[in-house]
């Protein structure tokens, strides 16, 4: 193991490759303590002392940002723009043709839909950036301090230039990340995106356990740390399972030449829809709650009952209803994005188009057939699977008294333990076409 890691550093192409990619991850944790303009850095510094948990309604963007949003830095928005733009428009190829042309285009195609999200971006950048600089504003950034002067004078101007200003600064930060993401994809190692995104939340690891060991003890802290080694075991162990259907190509003749005949197999991942279904969820969720925060009743004015409702049984994770509730989203979304992501008609005529079959399947509908019921079956197992490691925060914040960024568990372990796999095999990959062994015998 020592001496495949020494290898990856005594190969001058790779060792320049990683160091490109840990020099932007370095300016990306920079940026997020640099605070935006007119942004009262002593006030938000005492804010984030006084709660221990961050707010409700922006629990997966900090958590996406590294902690840089509650912190209103110049990189407050993080990748999550960039995040919820790839979504939107992967879900349009179902609503709009035009996008699923260009996706079937080829490398043309798809270069145009990069150029579509990356517009997207920019404009949920400043969607969200002025969200953020509104709730900043009003003192609702931090709801258990809400009234007292620190965390109601966050920000030092209030005029029309300096909004401008703020919201100017967290898109184009929101830019440059965007442009990180792309530079570490093309001369680094790994995803950029998803490089940046395991950064974000593993830059939170050390403080969420630091806050379990002062306040429940060592013991406590040190169960912590075996249940999430054996969580993160079981994470690879599903992440990497797959049900392998074969496929059989017929032989044809073109020439003197003989093509097809060979053996091959078609790979239905266990969990296909990633953590897509958890944020779905998240987002989803929060809803409720960010419409109970904008109808607040005056001061000395009860509020209405479907507020309080909320209030009571929506606003945190640690309520049965909430936990049910999410856990049945998850499921349903996994569904959904899986139905989405994969067709199986598409599949069986790709299949019947170049001479494949499944062995005992006719080709043509019956093999689509075929194909959508093992998707449904395996991916109910998948479905649970997600439902239950996202619960496994608020799970934690009932027993342990730890924030929602749990990090053993939720969207955290997932893109964690994903990201991690995926940048291993690409060290893997390049060690083997150069030493002709991989990082692992």
Not at 97 to 105: G, N, S
Not at 261 to 278: E, L
Not at 339 to 361: L, S
Request: proline fraction near 5%.
């Amino acid at each position: 193991m020592f001496r495949a890691v020494a290898r990856i550093f005594r190969t001058p192409d790779l060792r320049k490759k990683i160091g490109f990619t840990l020099a932007l991850i370095a300016l990306f944790r920079l940026g997020s303590f640099i605070p935006a303009p007119f942004v009262n850095f002593g006030n938000v510094q005492a804010c984030l002392a006084a709660n221990s948990g961050t707010s409700g309604l922006y629990e997966l963007v900090n958590l996406f940002s590294g902690g840089a949003l509650l912190q209103l830095s110049i990189f407050a928005l993080g990748i999550m723009p960039y995040i919820t733009a790839s979504i939107i428009v992967q879900l349009l190829r179902v609503v709009i043709p035009h996008f699923d042309t260009l996706y079937k285009e080829g490398q043309s195609g798809q270069a145009r839909l990069t150029q579509y999200t990356r517009y997207l971006t920019i404009a949920l950048g400043v969607l969200q950036s002025t969200t953020l600089i509104t709730v900043a504003r009003s003192g609702a950034l931090f709801p258990s301090s809400t009234g007292t002067s620190a965390c109601s004078a966050l920000i030092t101007n209030s005029a029309w230039y300096a909004i401008l200003l703020m919201v100017i600064t967290m898109t184009a930060g929101t830019g440059l990340i965007m442009w990180m993401g792309e530079l570490i994809t093309e001369r680094g190692i790994g995803n950029g995106m998803s490089i940046l995104i395991f950064t974000s939340i593993a830059a939170r690891f050390p403080g969420s356990l630091w806050a379990i060991n002062q306040s429940k003890g060592f013991e406590t802290f040190l169960f912590v740390i075996l249940m999430g080694v054996v969580i993160m075991g079981l994470v690879v162990y599903v992440e990497q399972s797959q049900r392998r259907i074969p496929v059989q190509y017929a032989k044809r003749m073109v020439g003197r030449r003989t093509y097809g005949g060979n053996n091959t197999y078609i790979p239905i991942k266990v969990n296909m829809a990633g953590v897509v279904p958890v944020i779905f969820a998240s987002s989803l969720l929060y809803l409720p709650a960010l419409i109970a925060q904008f109808n607040q009743p005056a001061p000395g004015k009860a509020p209405a009952a479907w507020v309080t409702w909320i209030t009571d049984n929506l606003r945190t994770g640690d309520n049965p209803l909430y936990m049910a509730l999410y856990f049945l989203l998850i499921v349903g979304f996994t569904y959904f994005y899986v139905a989405i992501t994969f067709n199986p008609e598409e599949v069986a005529d790709n299949m019947k188009k170049y001479g494949g079959f499944i062995p005992g399947i006719r080709a043509g509908r019956p093999t689509a057939e075929y194909l959508d019921y093992v998707l449904t079956r395996v991916t109910l197992p998948g479905s649970l699977y997600l439902g239950l490691i996202a619960l496994v925060p608020l799970i934690a914040l009932g027993l342990f008294g730890a924030n929602q960024n749990f990090p053993f568990g939720g969207a955290s372990i997932l893109i964690i333990v994903g990201v991690g796999l995926e940048t291993v095999k690409q060290i893997d990959s390049q060690l083997q076409q150069r030493h002709y062994e991989g990082l692992l015998r």
